[in-house]
């Protein structure tokens, strides 16, 4: 795709996610990696009203070359796309059930959200790590997600939010779509003992579709 054609549909998804309450007020952030740089919403906007001329450009030393004031969370950014040379777009939302889980799981547990349906595991994947605590904006984040994106396509930020990478922008919106969707499932599933998919299942979804 053209980086005119990812503009527009950056402001389309941003648009849809915030529509659907995925994202509220002027939360989330999502960038998009380009041959020459990366596509970053500006601080402190709406998901659901971005422009696409006022989309931030990075260069491909993420330094601010065009558009509005790249979002706070840059290092966040900066972070899983380094560390994931295949990931092509990152979302990270303050979706609600999805930031449920991370206000109660421990940073470090391995699995907060079990493997429940398909789709979960063939666009979030096998480990959902928990980053601890950081305030929004705090670069010393950027060492923690950036080990945690080696082997995670997602993340849950501890009292914050999601972070999810994927391939292709729509990717990664599909996989942060299904997150929030099997982290509802979780929490209402909480205290009753539901069929998980089993390891063989698993490895087989990740085989076939991974
Ligand atoms: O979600 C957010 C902070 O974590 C929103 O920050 P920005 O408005 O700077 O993108
Ligand atoms: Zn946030």
Redesign the pocket.
């Known amino acids: 795709m053209t980086e005119s054609e990812l503009r527009d549909l950056l402001v389309e998804l941003g648009a849809s996610l915030f529509a659907r309450g995925y994202s509220v007020g002027?939360?989330?952030?999502i960038s998009v990696r380009l041959p020459d740089g990366y596509l970053m919403?500006?601080?402190?906007?709406s998901l659901g009203r971005l422009k696409a001329e006022r989309i931030s450009k990075l260069d491909l030393d993420w330094r601010h070359i065009g558009g509005d004031k790249?979002?706070?969370?840059v290092f966040?950014h900066r972070a899983v796309l380094t560390a994931r040379p295949e990931a092509g777009a990152v979302v990270?939302?303050?979706s609600t059930h999805a930031t449920a889980i991370g206000c109660l799981a421990d940073s470090g547990e391995a699995a907060p959200i079990p493997p429940l349906t398909p789709y979960f595991v063939m666009r979030v994947g096998r480990t959902l790590p928990v980053i601890r605590y950081y305030r929004?904006?705090d670069a010393a984040m950027e060492q923690d997600i950036h080990e945690a994106a080696k082997t995670a396509r997602a993340m849950l930020l501890a009292n914050?939010?999601p972070v999810v990478s994927g391939q292709s922008l729509i990717d990664a919106v599909y996989a942060a779509e299904e997150l929030e969707e099997a982290a509802r499932l979780a929490l209402m599933l909480r205290g009753q003992s539901p069929r998980e998919l089993t390891a063989a299942q698993v490895d087989d979804l990740l085989s076939t579709f991974g």
């Open positions: 002027s939360a989330g952030n919403t500006p601080t402190n906007s790249p979002s706070k969370e966040m990270h939302l303050h929004p904006g914050h939010g």
